[in-house]
């Protein structure tokens, strides 16, 4: 029998505790006691530590003595940390860099190593070691930061005195800003195609948005929005919104605008959302239109939510004849959640009660709590590029309608939040046919047989490309897959320009489950896959007929766009 070591103990104790919900320091003490265990590995390590630090202080002694020399530890390409040229030429500097460089691969790479640690507390441990890795980075603060120092010397201090401000300013209000939060005023700046909200009920607003060509398809689109954020991310700026392009193509188009939920709404169900929400509207878009069905666009949960709807008309005979959507699109759209990407390193058994019991208290989750969570995926881009370039360079926030919508949260119900973390993340259920029952009926993928179109996002750090291609195979109709470059939302949000900034692979993947046997025939394209999409739409919209009026005497116009719930906070 093993004998039990103090440090064992403690992560066996930790595990699950109140006093470390997210596994943090239990995690990272089952990392520690296994190398601990292993002094043979560990001294290897550490052999080879020596020597790469011989070879790092060679080099420093080289460029000392003024002999060219090339980098002992290489920084990644993609680093924007030390990409300013004297993090190389400087001897100082580039000590510092390559030090600290060696000293986090050293410490991911052996974590990832471990043996006799599963792979969910190795990625813990590396997640949170990362964090901290990431926040000691020399490029951080102010006397390790050659460009901070520069800054501050021509500028005569200004800088300096600018950055203070700026460190005043969040401390005030509690956060690390990204943009200013007048930069942008929905309805005004963002959100501005002309249109009518013509369906409202408890939890959502239905905006049907007004032609700007003489004619347009007979089939309308719905968009679905995640309700984890507002709407208007589909409709930013003219110049990036979504809406505004598939209007000009000659698309009728409907948007969900979600009620941002208060301690009201805790008994709200993910049920209510699919069949008091989402079923709603696109009755009322077919009502409006006079068709028998319409094209619906799930982003995100919203694809999610979509498929569940899908599926949930499926299981019935008589609700499959009387479905009201012909074909659909996902855009990254989870329904495997075996491996959720980074997110997963949040959710656990502890860290789900945890999340539980502080929703029962206050009816929902905060959406400032979600906001920061997605913030520590990426914490270089999301954190320390701000606190950088706002404290240390004394600079403005840049005014971005990206970032102003990704800073205007929106809050999740307890009882929806807590069924969608248990049942879908945790338990994995949706994938699994006849295994989840929404309204009392047991979903299976399978059954949904209308064509779909399926995007995902190369960088995607929240809904992984991988993991949304796996749709394709759960599903029983025709799948074109499209696999864009850049991440989440710039992966979607992703209008054409000339020239062309991004690039994507597309490619019929009708019942494959395989992504990277689909990726190794697909050739990529340069451009806007929004062009082969309206395209796709176009085959399938029916013909070119007069516009449909803004609402109808079932449905009447209730209020300009963006309408009411938007606005709420």
């Given at each position: 029998m093993n004998a039990r070591t103090p440090v064992d103990q403690t992560a066996s104790l930790l595990s699950g505790s109140p006093l470390d919900p997210f596994d943090i320091i239990g995690?990272?003490?089952?990392?520690?006691?296994?190398?601990?265990?292993?002094?043979?590995?560990?001294?290897?390590?550490?052999?080879?530590?020596?020597?790469?630090?011989?070879?790092?202080?060679?080099?420093?002694?080289?460029?000392?003595?003024?002999?060219?020399?090339?980098?002992?530890?290489?920084?990644?390409?993609?680093?924007?940390?030390f990409q300013d040229p004297v993090w190389i030429h400087q001897p100082g500097f580039s000590y510092l860099k390559e030090i600290y460089l060696l000293y986090s691969r050293l410490l991911e790479d052996a974590i990832h190593t471990t043996w006799n640690v599963g792979p969910g507390r190795r990625r813990r441990a590396a997640f949170w070691t990362r964090q901290w890795l990431d926040a000691i980075a020399p490029t951080n603060y102010f006397w390790s930061n050659p460009e901070a120092l520069q800054r501050s010397i021509v500028s005569r201090g200004l800088s300096v005195l600018q950055g203070l401000q700026n460190w005043l300013r969040d401390v005030a209000v509690g956060d690390i800003r990204m943009v200013e939060p007048d930069a942008f005023a929905v309805g005004h700046s963002l959100a501005t195609t002309p249109g009518q909200v013509v369906l409202r009920n408890d939890l959502v607003e239905l905006i049907q948005y007004a032609p700007t060509t003489q004619q347009v398809h007979t089939v309308p689109i719905v968009l679905i929005a995640p309700w984890v954020n507002k709407y208007y991310i589909l409709d930013l700026s003219?110049?990036?919104?979504?809406?505004?392009?598939?209007?000009?193509?000659?698309?009728?188009v409907f948007v969900t605008s979600w009620r941002n939920p208060g301690p009201?709404?805790?008994?709200?169900?993910?049920?209510?959302?699919?069949?008091?929400?989402?079923?709603?509207?696109?009755?009322?878009?077919?009502?409006?239109?006079?068709?028998?069905?319409?094209?619906?666009?799930?982003?995100?949960?919203?694809?999610?939510?979509?498929?569940?709807?899908?599926?949930?008309?499926?299981?019935?005979?008589?609700?499959?004849?009387?479905?009201?959507?012909?074909?659909?699109?996902?855009?990254?759209?989870?329904v495997d959640f075996n491996d959720p990407g980074e997110i997963g390193v949040f959710?656990?058994?502890?860290?789900?009660?945890?999340?539980?019991?502080?929703?029962?208290?206050?009816?929902?989750?905060?959406?400032?709590?979600?906001?920061?969570a997605f913030r520590l995926l990426r914490p270089n881009n999301l954190i320390w590029h701000y606190v950088v370039h706002s404290y240390l360079y004394g600079e403005d926030l840049p005014p971005s309608d990206v970032l102003f919508w990704n800073c205007d949260?929106?809050?999740?119900?307890?009882?929806?939040?807590?069924?969608?973390?248990?049942?879908?993340y945790l338990n994995n259920r949706l994938?699994?046919?006849?295994?989840?029952?929404?309204?009392?009926?047991?979903?299976?993928?399978?059954?949904?047989?209308?064509?779909?179109?399926?995007?995902g996002a190369e960088q995607d750090h929240i809904a992984p490309w991988r993991q949304t291609f796996r749709l394709c195979g759960a599903v029983g109709g025709s799948v074109r897959y499209v696999l864009a470059t850049s991440g989440h939302i710039l992966g979607i949000i992703n209008p054409p320009v000339d020239p062309p900034k991004?690039?994507?692979?597309?490619?019929?993947?009708?019942?494959?489950?395989?992504?990277?046997?689909?990726?190794?025939?697909?050739?990529?394209?340069?451009?806007?896959?929004?062009?082969?999409?309206?395209?796709?739409?176009?085959?399938?919209?029916?013909?070119?007929?007069?516009?449909?009026?803004?609402?109808?005497?079932?449905?009447?116009?209730?209020?300009?766009?963006?309408?009411?719930?938007?606005?709420?906070?």
């Open positions: 995690s990272c003490l089952a990392v520690q006691q296994a190398w601990l265990l292993q002094p043979e590995r560990m001294a290897t390590i550490i052999q080879s530590l020596m020597l790469d630090i011989s070879r790092v202080h060679e080099r420093f002694v080289r460029t000392r003595l003024g002999c060219s020399s090339e980098p002992a530890v290489a920084t990644i390409p993609y680093d924007e940390r003219p110049r990036n919104s979504l809406v505004r392009y598939l209007i000009d193509q000659g698309f009728t009201e709404a805790q008994g709200v169900t993910l049920a209510d959302y699919l069949l008091d929400g989402i079923r709603p509207v696109l009755i009322a878009a077919r009502a409006i239109c006079g068709v028998p069905q319409v094209h619906a666009t799930g982003y995100c949960l919203g694809g999610t939510a979509l498929a569940m709807l899908l599926a949930w008309f499926g299981a019935d005979p008589t609700d499959r004849a009387a479905n009201p959507v012909a074909h659909w699109t996902t855009f990254t759209t989870l959710l656990n058994e502890s860290s789900f009660d945890f999340l539980r019991r502080r929703m029962a208290t206050t009816g929902y989750l905060d959406g400032a709590t979600m906001a920061w949260n929106t809050r999740m119900p307890a009882a929806m939040h807590e069924f969608y973390l248990r049942e879908l994938i699994q046919p006849g295994t989840l029952e929404i309204g009392g009926r047991r979903l299976d993928l399978g059954t949904i047989t209308q064509p779909l179109y399926a995007v991004r690039r994507f692979w597309l490619g019929d993947a009708t019942g494959q489950f395989d992504p990277d046997t689909w990726l190794e025939t697909i050739p990529k394209v340069p451009g806007s896959w929004w062009e082969d999409w309206s395209r796709w739409l176009s085959e399938r919209c029916g013909p070119f007929v007069s516009p449909p009026s803004l609402g109808n005497a079932q449905y009447p116009p209730l209020q300009a766009a963006p309408g009411q719930y938007v606005l709420e906070s």
